[in-house]
């Protein structure tokens, strides 16, 4: 969780939280008993044949052959039904990776109709797992079934050299029966550690990939406490010559040579094609990344210089795509007072808090219409929720710490044509008095900022007010005119689509007392009226005209038809027809 930002965008979800429950599962695998089994079963090999030898170390040491040939089978045995288990762990992994998949985008497969064909893949997973876990199977009932031969083996070689040893004089029964046993149990106990090493084999893999992420040290750690903490916040934001490369992408400079100063207490928009460079921007105040080249400065001071954690708990995002927690209302509003003042509040001024910023946020209103009202769950990432009404929580979160730094990438995105300007006027009155970076496609929710940045191209195109860069006629001009022409022709379409709704609605319905026999209609006179038989007379006159275009077609049209397209086959058809009748005639 200390990691930046970066390492997550190289790594996705699935291989992380990989890392996280299966490789430490296989350390533990590795460390807990089968160390102890290990330990346990090398002491009695090793005090077994201290018995086998101190009884009579002729015998013992031709049973010795019985550990050679166990050690081996099972080692490499062993080795193949590890293989065949790992290829049937993986496949169940694949197959509880779809089956996580589906569960959670349960509306979609079901919208899409999927449910047949994602099924078909988890099935498919079932299958392969299946296979390998019978090739697992059927090794080990081989390898079991070695092992029962050596010992029966080993009884035989016991009580056939130890007969002769006990002919000879050399040695008593109860020699021979001590000495077997020892060396059976020696053996088995010895034979048990081999699979243990596969444990330990794949656990030290495992917990390389696991320490190898524990002992990197990340250039962005938000649990550190080194830096600058500055006694007070005005909010000047400044951007000098930043140019700025994504380490998943290297090959794309995504900024270059930017210079930018955001006054403190002011508004200031990005606007511009996507893939200009916006989002960028906020990312670098926010310190997610660090620039390439160049420096971002806060009140005078280098981001760098600062605490990472202090640097955040002053800023608050608002990001395009809100995220919610699957937790309430109140906990997903109440995380935005981590690391404030207000961090540790409860009761009575808590709620008052969460109340007051989900009003500014104009989210109060839907929230109390809701049977739980502020204790409503909102669901695995709010899917409970509209992205209007999520948006409007994300906003809220975002103002209940009172932030000296906001930022706004695309807030009122989600939001319709009338919660767009409620919002809109609400974060305005949230914008003020605090530095307020606002990201927008929408031009009309920015006219009253202070500062309009236009960025293209990972570069500043111009800057100004809203009226100083119309007055411009370029970059900004024409995204207002191209924003303008699109509202207006949709503003059009919407006229004519009410038009016609109107006019449906003025179509009288007269003639239901008419009879079905006396239902007349005059072609110079249509009215669209319905009789009570259900139908229109505009459907009854199309009924009767289509009967009367009606033709009737035979045998010979047929004939015709193919003789369009193909004149040989015409002849030939002619030929069967006058063959059919001469063999229907002779019958």
């Not at 346990?40 to 013992?60: D, E, N, R, S």
């Not at 809701?370 to 999520?390: A, M």
């Not at 202070?450 to 009226?467: A, L, P």
Request: hydrophobic share 40%; net charge negative.
């Amino acid at each position: 969780m200390r990691q930046n930002i970066a390492y997550f965008d190289a790594r996705g979800a699935g291989e992380i939280t990989t890392r996280i429950t299966a490789d430490t599962n296989l350390v533990q695998d590795g460390i807990s008993e089968k160390v102890g089994l290990t330990l346990t079963a090398l002491a009695t090999f090793i005090t077994a044949y201290i018995i086998g030898f101190v009884k009579y170390w002729k015998l013992t040491l031709i049973l010795t052959s019985t550990i050679v040939a166990i050690v081996v089978t099972m080692g490499s045995l062993g080795k193949l039904i590890v293989k065949w288990q790992k290829e049937s762990l993986a496949a169940y992994a694949e197959g509880g990776t779809v089956a996580e998949e589906v569960i959670s985008s349960i509306r979609n497969a079901v919208a899409f109709g999927t449910q047949d064909k994602l099924a078909l893949q988890y099935d498919k997973h079932l299958t392969e797992a299946e296979k390998s876990g019978f090739k697992m199977k059927a090794i080990l009932g081989s390898m079991i079934g070695f092992l029962m031969t050596f010992v029966y083996l080993n009884y035989s070689l016991s009580f056939w050299q130890g007969s002769r040893y006990l002919v000879w004089g050399e040695i008593g029964l109860n020699q021979v029966v001590t000495i077997l046993l020892a060396v059976m149990i020696g053996a088995f106990s010895l034979g048990n550690v081999a699979p243990n090493i596969g444990a330990f084999t794949t656990a030290t893999a495992a917990g390389v990939k696991i320490f190898s992420t524990i002992d990197r040290v990340s250039p962005l750690d938000p649990k550190s406490e080194t830096g600058k903490k500055l006694d007070t916040v005005e909010g000047n934001v400044e951007l000098r010559n930043i140019r700025h490369i994504y380490p998943s992408r290297p090959e794309v400079v995504i900024m270059e040579d930017v210079s930018l100063v955001v006054p403190a207490g002011k508004t200031t928009a990005l606007v511009g094609a996507s893939g200009s460079g916006k989002s960028t921007i906020v990312g670098l105040v926010e310190r997610f990344y660090d620039p390439v080249g160049g420096s971002v400065y806060l009140d005078g001071h280098d981001l760098q210089d600062l605490n990472l954690r202090w640097l955040r708990q002053n800023i608050s995002l608002v990001s395009q795509e809100p995220t919610l927690f699957a937790t309430t209302i109140a906990g997903n509003i109440a995380h935005g007072l981590i690391g404030t003042a207000h961090e540790n509040a409860t009761g009575k001024e808590l709620q008052e808090l969460i109340e007051q910023a989900a009003r500014m946020s104009n989210a109060h209103d839907f929230i109390t219409q809701l049977p739980e009202g502020y204790e409503t769950n909102v669901g695995e990432r709010g899917f409970l929720l509209s992205g209007g009404q999520k948006q409007r929580i994300a906003i809220a979160r975002a103002i209940v710490s009172d932030p000296k730094i906001l930022l706004l990438d695309e807030a009122t995105s989600a939001l319709d044509t009338k919660s767009e300007g409620v919002v809109q006027a609400a974060l305005d009155v949230a914008a003020q008095g605090r530095t307020t970076i606002v990201i927008a496609h929408r031009l009309s929710t920015i006219k009253t900022a202070d500062n309009i940045v236009v960025m293209s191209q990972g570069r500043i195109v111009e800057q100004g007010t809203h009226d100083v860069l119309l007055e411009k006629r370029a970059a900004y001009f024409n995204l207002v005119e191209a924003q303008r022409i699109a509202q207006e022709t949709e503003r059009k379409n919407e006229d004519e689509i009410s038009i016609l709704d109107e006019k449906d609605a003025q179509l009288n319905t007269p003639g239901l007392e008419k009879s079905e026999d006396d239902f007349e209609v005059d072609p110079n006179d249509l009215t669209l009226g319905r009789t009570k038989t259900g139908k229109s007379e505009s459907s009854r006159i199309l009924e009767e005209r289509t009967e009367e275009k009606a033709q009737k077609y035979s045998l010979w049209t047929l004939v015709r038809l193919v003789a369009s397209f193909n004149k040989p086959e015409m002849h030939w058809m002619i030929f069967g027809l006058f063959w059919a009748i001469i063999c229907g005639g002779g019958t």
